[in-house]
Protein backbone atom coordinates (compact mmCIF):
# COMPACT_ATOMS: atom_id res chain seq x y z
CA UNK A 1 0.00 0.00 0.00
CA UNK A 2 1.12 3.76 -0.41
CA UNK A 3 2.25 5.73 2.19
CA UNK A 4 2.04 9.66 1.55
CA UNK A 5 4.05 12.41 3.25
CA UNK A 6 3.31 16.06 3.01
CA UNK A 7 5.54 19.09 4.17
CA UNK A 8 5.36 20.91 5.90
CA UNK A 9 2.78 20.55 8.07
CA UNK A 10 1.88 24.68 8.67
CA UNK A 11 2.73 27.01 6.27
CA UNK A 12 2.32 31.09 7.34
CA UNK A 13 3.82 33.22 3.87
CA UNK A 14 3.78 37.01 3.19
CA UNK A 15 1.18 38.24 0.33
CA UNK A 16 3.76 37.70 -2.97
CA UNK A 17 6.01 34.65 -1.33
CA UNK A 18 6.78 31.90 -3.66
CA UNK A 19 5.18 29.06 -1.97
CA UNK A 20 6.51 25.54 -2.31
CA UNK A 21 4.65 22.19 -1.25
CA UNK A 22 5.96 19.10 -0.91
CA UNK A 23 4.49 15.30 -1.05
CA UNK A 24 6.04 11.64 -1.12
CA UNK A 25 5.04 8.53 -1.82
CA UNK A 26 6.23 5.12 -1.47
CA UNK A 27 4.41 3.19 -4.06
CA UNK A 28 5.40 3.94 -8.44
CA UNK A 29 2.35 5.49 -9.62
CA UNK A 30 1.63 6.98 -12.63
CA UNK A 31 -1.12 9.76 -11.46
CA UNK A 32 -0.89 12.12 -8.70
CA UNK A 33 -3.61 14.61 -7.23
CA UNK A 34 -3.28 18.22 -5.92
CA UNK A 35 -6.48 19.09 -4.31
CA UNK A 36 -7.31 22.58 -2.53
CA UNK A 37 -9.81 22.21 0.42
CA UNK A 38 -10.96 26.48 1.08
CA UNK A 39 -11.94 27.49 4.70
CA UNK A 40 -15.24 26.80 4.17
CA UNK A 41 -14.98 22.99 3.14
CA UNK A 42 -15.18 22.65 0.08
CA UNK A 43 -12.67 20.48 -1.84
CA UNK A 44 -11.18 21.74 -5.68
CA UNK A 45 -9.16 19.61 -8.06
CA UNK A 46 -6.16 21.39 -8.71
CA UNK A 47 -4.26 18.86 -11.06
CA UNK A 48 -4.15 15.76 -12.33
CA UNK A 49 -0.53 15.03 -13.18
CA UNK A 50 1.37 11.37 -14.45
CA UNK A 51 4.95 13.33 -15.64
CA UNK A 52 6.87 16.71 -15.87
CA UNK A 53 4.92 19.96 -15.34
CA UNK A 54 1.13 21.36 -15.11
CA UNK A 55 0.92 24.73 -15.05
CA UNK A 56 -2.93 26.44 -14.31
CA UNK A 57 -2.43 30.57 -13.55
CA UNK A 58 -0.20 30.95 -10.59
CA UNK A 59 -0.16 27.17 -9.37
CA UNK A 60 2.40 24.95 -11.05
CA UNK A 61 2.36 21.22 -10.01
CA UNK A 62 5.84 19.05 -10.94
CA UNK A 63 6.00 15.27 -10.41
CA UNK A 64 9.66 12.84 -10.69
CA UNK A 65 7.98 9.37 -10.65
CA UNK A 66 11.54 8.15 -10.16
CA UNK A 67 12.18 10.30 -7.03
CA UNK A 68 8.47 9.56 -6.15
CA UNK A 69 7.63 13.17 -5.05
CA UNK A 70 6.19 15.71 -6.19
CA UNK A 71 5.63 19.84 -5.41
CA UNK A 72 3.11 22.15 -5.83
CA UNK A 73 4.09 26.06 -6.29
CA UNK A 74 2.61 29.05 -5.89
CA UNK A 75 3.85 32.31 -7.66
CA UNK A 76 2.94 35.55 -6.27
CA UNK A 77 0.92 34.34 -3.30
CA UNK A 78 -2.54 36.33 -1.99
CA UNK A 79 -4.50 35.55 0.80
CA UNK A 80 -7.11 34.10 -1.24
CA UNK A 81 -5.05 31.22 -1.57
CA UNK A 82 -5.12 30.66 2.02
CA UNK A 83 -6.61 26.85 2.32
CA UNK A 84 -5.41 23.28 2.81
CA UNK A 85 -3.84 21.84 0.29
CA UNK A 86 -3.99 18.05 0.09
CA UNK A 87 -1.59 15.43 -2.56
CA UNK A 88 -3.17 12.12 -3.12
CA UNK A 89 -2.05 9.08 -5.09
CA UNK A 90 -3.46 5.78 -5.62
CA UNK A 91 -3.97 3.72 -2.45
CA UNK A 92 -2.21 0.08 -4.48
CA UNK A 93 0.13 2.32 -7.10
CA UNK A 94 -0.56 2.46 -10.26
CA UNK A 95 -2.99 5.71 -11.84
CA UNK A 96 -6.62 4.42 -11.04
CA UNK A 97 -8.64 2.99 -7.96
CA UNK A 98 -8.83 4.48 -4.58
CA UNK A 99 -6.77 7.16 -3.48
CA UNK A 100 -4.59 7.82 -0.24
CA UNK A 101 -4.28 11.42 1.08
CA UNK A 102 -1.29 13.14 3.06
CA UNK A 103 -2.36 15.07 5.66
CA UNK A 104 -2.81 18.36 3.97
CA UNK A 105 -0.39 21.43 4.16
CA UNK A 106 -2.34 24.53 5.64
CA UNK A 107 -1.31 27.41 4.20
CA UNK A 108 -2.14 31.15 5.76
CA UNK A 109 -0.89 33.93 2.96
CA UNK A 110 -0.96 37.37 5.32
CA UNK A 111 -2.11 40.89 3.63
CA UNK B 1 -26.81 23.06 -12.29
CA UNK B 2 -24.57 22.12 -9.54
CA UNK B 3 -21.74 19.35 -11.31
CA UNK B 4 -21.47 17.03 -8.00
CA UNK B 5 -24.52 17.53 -5.61
CA UNK B 6 -24.80 16.24 -1.98
CA UNK B 7 -27.94 16.49 0.28
CA UNK B 8 -28.63 16.97 3.02
CA UNK B 9 -25.81 19.86 3.67
CA UNK B 10 -26.37 19.05 7.30
CA UNK B 11 -27.53 15.54 9.19
CA UNK B 12 -27.83 15.34 12.76
CA UNK B 13 -29.25 11.76 14.63
CA UNK B 14 -29.10 10.01 17.31
CA UNK B 15 -27.01 7.14 17.83
CA UNK B 16 -28.55 3.89 16.28
CA UNK B 17 -30.04 5.29 14.01
CA UNK B 18 -30.10 4.54 9.86
CA UNK B 19 -29.70 7.58 7.46
CA UNK B 20 -28.70 8.13 3.86
CA UNK B 21 -26.89 10.53 2.33
CA UNK B 22 -27.49 11.20 -1.69
CA UNK B 23 -25.17 12.02 -4.48
CA UNK B 24 -25.94 12.93 -7.77
CA UNK B 25 -23.47 14.32 -10.93
CA UNK B 26 -24.61 15.42 -14.02
CA UNK B 27 -21.27 15.32 -15.29
CA UNK B 28 -21.38 11.91 -17.29
CA UNK B 29 -18.97 10.31 -15.25
CA UNK B 30 -17.83 7.00 -15.25
CA UNK B 31 -16.93 6.18 -11.44
CA UNK B 32 -18.32 7.94 -8.45
CA UNK B 33 -16.45 7.97 -4.98
CA UNK B 34 -17.05 8.62 -1.29
CA UNK B 35 -15.07 10.04 1.09
CA UNK B 36 -15.33 10.42 4.82
CA UNK B 37 -13.14 13.72 6.41
CA UNK B 38 -12.60 13.12 10.06
CA UNK B 39 -12.33 15.75 13.18
CA UNK B 40 -8.57 16.33 12.29
CA UNK B 41 -9.30 16.95 8.53
CA UNK B 42 -7.62 13.78 7.34
CA UNK B 43 -9.49 12.79 3.63
CA UNK B 44 -9.90 8.92 3.68
CA UNK B 45 -12.10 6.86 0.61
CA UNK B 46 -14.87 4.60 1.81
CA UNK B 47 -15.91 3.85 -1.80
CA UNK B 48 -15.10 4.27 -5.55
CA UNK B 49 -17.98 2.76 -7.91
CA UNK B 50 -18.75 2.66 -11.50
CA UNK B 51 -20.68 0.13 -13.47
CA UNK B 52 -18.13 -2.22 -13.76
CA UNK B 53 -17.01 -2.85 -9.74
CA UNK B 54 -16.97 -1.34 -6.31
CA UNK B 55 -14.31 -0.90 -4.56
CA UNK B 56 -14.41 -0.65 -1.02
CA UNK B 57 -11.93 0.14 1.34
CA UNK B 58 -11.05 -2.43 4.14
CA UNK B 59 -11.20 -0.53 7.09
CA UNK B 60 -15.20 0.55 6.21
CA UNK B 61 -17.49 -1.21 8.29
CA UNK B 62 -19.76 -2.83 6.73
CA UNK B 63 -22.88 -0.57 8.71
CA UNK B 64 -21.70 1.45 5.18
CA UNK B 65 -23.51 0.48 1.96
CA UNK B 66 -23.13 2.21 -1.35
CA UNK B 67 -26.42 2.31 -3.58
CA UNK B 68 -26.18 3.07 -7.07
CA UNK B 69 -29.97 3.06 -8.73
CA UNK B 70 -28.21 4.73 -12.11
CA UNK B 71 -24.95 6.28 -13.17
CA UNK B 72 -25.34 9.84 -12.63
CA UNK B 73 -26.13 8.66 -8.14
CA UNK B 74 -24.41 6.98 -6.04
CA UNK B 75 -26.12 7.18 -2.27
CA UNK B 76 -24.05 6.49 0.89
CA UNK B 77 -26.53 4.10 3.36
CA UNK B 78 -25.47 3.86 7.19
CA UNK B 79 -26.62 1.45 9.57
CA UNK B 80 -26.58 1.51 13.28
CA UNK B 81 -24.85 5.05 13.59
CA UNK B 82 -22.35 5.77 15.71
CA UNK B 83 -20.56 8.53 17.65
CA UNK B 84 -17.73 7.64 15.73
CA UNK B 85 -19.52 8.23 12.31
CA UNK B 86 -19.65 11.94 13.08
CA UNK B 87 -17.27 13.56 10.12
CA UNK B 88 -17.86 15.13 6.91
CA UNK B 89 -18.76 12.96 3.65
CA UNK B 90 -17.66 13.85 0.45
CA UNK B 91 -19.20 12.91 -2.58
CA UNK B 92 -16.93 12.84 -6.07
CA UNK B 93 -17.10 11.79 -9.52
CA UNK B 94 -14.30 11.55 -12.65
CA UNK B 95 -14.15 10.05 -15.79
CA UNK B 96 -12.01 7.67 -16.19
CA UNK B 97 -8.50 7.65 -15.78
CA UNK B 98 -8.98 11.33 -14.58
CA UNK B 99 -9.24 14.11 -11.94
CA UNK B 100 -12.36 14.10 -9.82
CA UNK B 101 -14.74 17.28 -8.93
CA UNK B 102 -15.97 17.22 -5.40
CA UNK B 103 -19.35 17.84 -3.84
CA UNK B 104 -20.01 20.36 -1.27
CA UNK B 105 -19.59 18.03 1.50
CA UNK B 106 -22.43 16.53 3.81
CA UNK B 107 -21.47 17.10 7.83
CA UNK B 108 -22.97 14.41 9.91
CA UNK B 109 -23.78 14.41 13.71
CA UNK B 110 -24.55 11.72 15.64
CA UNK B 111 -25.56 12.20 19.33
Known amino acids: KNEVEQSPQNLTAQEGEFITINCSYS?????LHWLQQHPGGGIVSLFM???GKKKHGRLIATINIQEKHSSLHITASHPRDSAVYIC?????????????FGKGTKLSVKP | DTAVSQTPKYLVTQMGNDKSIKCEQNLGHDTMYWYKQDSKKFLKIMFS???????INETVPNRFSPKSPDKAHLNLHINSLELGDSAVYFCASSPEGQGQTFGSGTRLTVV
Open chain 2, 49 to 55: YNNKELI
Open chain 1, 49 to 51: LSS
Open chain 1, 27 to 31: VGISA
Open chain 1, 88 to 100: AVPLYGGSQGNLI
